[in-house]
């Protein structure tokens, strides 16, 4: 056993403890509290010294393979013009070849645990990710991500997708099948997708952009000229009249634990919606941004009483994969929002959504010692507020807890 001091220790399930510690064995927690354990003096104490102890992060949404694009999608006013912009990189392909698509997603991997984070929820179209996920040490769910508006066989194109992540089942990290949007997956897919059977959640990007609010309720509008430009509209896709929570909800995909990215322009009667079926907002602020969505209207999700978690997006939409990066931004658009709650949604929140909150997420005797230390200025009174408030240089101020 080893026995962690530190000027500040964060349990997250309860308040931080000032001049605290916790003891790890076999990379478990045994206790936490304040002050030093009783022990038969034999287990090794490390002070830490001026660090918040604290959970490792949790990355609810991004998309590793993607990563090959940092700096080469350019921010746009709107959702149709940025993806028409992304596609366009895409088909060029990247400036190395097909090579260099793991070796950045490899360094994206490392970053993100220099930086903190422990979980990731990963989407992923090729599933290219799980073995560099495995062999980066990063755990979490990686979505495998359908698309497909014109239709076919869905039945089959589920199970194909099943199988193939069936091919990863001996990693040691979990896998789902999942739709991408309202706008570019077929109503028969989304409920095929909604009706099989799984370990790990579901996951959609919902209500990212003005423009899928208005196409899922007229059919119309800049989403659509995209789809016919794209050769893949039809004429015989039934409009569903309504907002795209309530569209999905009809198909049987909104599940409990269904994880909703973005949320940026659902009314508040779909995130009323989405806390009823027990299902959780992932909110990417940074990426919302840079595409054209616009900030998320984060107070309002905190008040509705649904559950928050918190994702970078992927390099092409954001800056960095740094989650203190992502806090930072959410307190500046969320400052009512108490540090608390934001820090809450980066650890526990996030691991439960990815249903990993029995191993990840709080420091509770019995989970995993995923464990960061984050620099805490002597002199901070208030370490919540100091975690979310854009003074942490992740790269400089945290490092890995090193269990036994």
């Not at 916790?22 to 002070?47: C, M, N, Q």
């Not at 220099?114 to 979980?119: A, F, M, Y």
């Not at 840079?290 to 905190?302: D, E, H, I, K, R």
């Not at 307190?331 to 709650?341: C, E, F, K, N, T």
């Amino acid at each position: 056993m080893t026995i962690y001091r530190a000027r500040w220790v964060l349990p997250i399930d309860a308040p931080p403890i000032e001049h605290g510690f916790v003891a790890v064995a076999d990379g478990r927690i045994v206790s936490v509290g304040r002050g030093v354990p009783e022990t038969d003096g034999r287990a090794p104490i490390e002070d830490l010294g001026d660090v918040a102890v604290m959970p490792g992060l949790v990355n609810a949404h991004t998309h590793l393979e993607l990563s090959w694009m940092a700096g080469l999608v350019p921010a746009k006013p709107s959702m149709d013009e940025w993806i028409r912009a992304l596609l366009d990189v895409r088909r060029a392909g990247p400036p190395g070849g097909d090579g260099d698509v793991a070796k950045a997603a490899l360094e994206a991997m490392a970053v993100m645990r220099e930086t903190g984070t422990v979980l990731v929820g990963d989407i992923s179209n090729t599933l290219l990710t799980p073995g560099l996920l495995a062999a980066s040490g990063l755990r979490g769910v990686v979505f495998h991500e359908l698309m497909g508006f014109a239709g076919g066989d869905s039945a089959q194109v589920v199970r194909a997708a099943l199988e193939r992540i069936g091919e990863h089942k001996a990693l040691p990290v979990e896998l789902s099948v999942v739709a991408h949007a309202p706008y570019s997956v077929s109503p028969d897919l989304i409920a095929e997708i909604a009706r099989a059977r799984r370990t790990a959640p579901l996951a959609i990007h919902l209500g990212e952009s003005a423009e899928e609010i208005e196409f899922v309720a007229t059919g119309r509008g800049p989403i659509r000229r995209m789809l016919e430009h794209l050769g893949v509209w039809s004429d015989d896709w039934p409009v569903p009249g309504c907002d795209p929570a309530e569209y999905v909800d009809r198909l049987g995909y909104l599940q409990p634990g269904t994880l909703v990215v973005h949320g940026v322009h659902l009314p508040p009667a779909a995130i009323e919606r989405i806390r009823r079926r027990g299902a959780v907002l992932v909110t990417c602020p940074r990426s919302n941004r840079w595409v054209g969505a616009g900030s998320p209207p984060l107070a309002a999700f905190y008040a509705a009483g649904v559950p928050v978690a918190i994702g970078t997006d992927s390099l092409a939409s954001a800056p960095s994969l740094d989650m203190f990066d992502e806090l930072a931004e959410a307190r500046r658009i969320a400052p009512g929002v108490p540090a608390s709650v934001l820090v809450d949604s980066a650890t526990r929140t996030g691991a439960a959504a990815l249903g990993l909150g029995a191993e990840y997420g709080t420091i509770t005797p019995g989970k995993r010692a995923a464990l960061i230390a984050v620099r805490a200025p002597a002199g901070t009174h208030d370490v919540e507020e100091y975690l979310v408030g854009g003074d942490v240089d992740a790269a400089a101020d945290v490092r890995l807890v090193r269990a036994d």
